[in-house]
Nanobody, 115 residues
């Protein structure tokens, strides 16, 4: 079972930037994907971005061009760099790791975009 811990959330003004981190206990063996999701109050959890074992990335159109997902090849950690933040980006952000052997979620970190 992969353990995931998110960090880096906080309060930022519209147009600002924030970087989230997700530290995993390990990278799973075989093919896997690590991803960021978010959930705002009263809304369903939605996919934000993901990165595969091979470095292929995919983004929710609402964050394309503003957010960047990346992976540390030496450490079991992924990042989400968020630029040009909007109030609609306010949500709890969750890290996910899934593959042949596991499907794990972190506890989430709060991001609030407000003046």
């Amino acid at each position: 079972q992969v353990q995931l811990v998110e960090s880096g959330g906080g309060l930022v003004e519209p147009g600002g930037s924030l970087t989230l981190s997700c530290q995993a206990s390990e990278y799973p063996s075989g093919v896997y994907v690590m991803a960021w999701y978010r959930q705002a109050p009263g809304k369903e959890r939605e996919h934000v971005a993901n990165i595969s074992k091979y470095g292929i990335t995919k983004y929710n159109p609402s964050v394309e061009g503003r957010f960047t997902i990346s992976r540390d090849n030496a450490r079991p950690t992924i990042f989400l760099q968020m630029d040009s933040l909007k109030p609609d980006d306010t949500a709890v952000y969750y890290c996910r790791s899934y593959g042949a052997a596991d499907d794990s979620w972190g506890q989430g970190t709060q991001v609030t975009v407000s003046s």
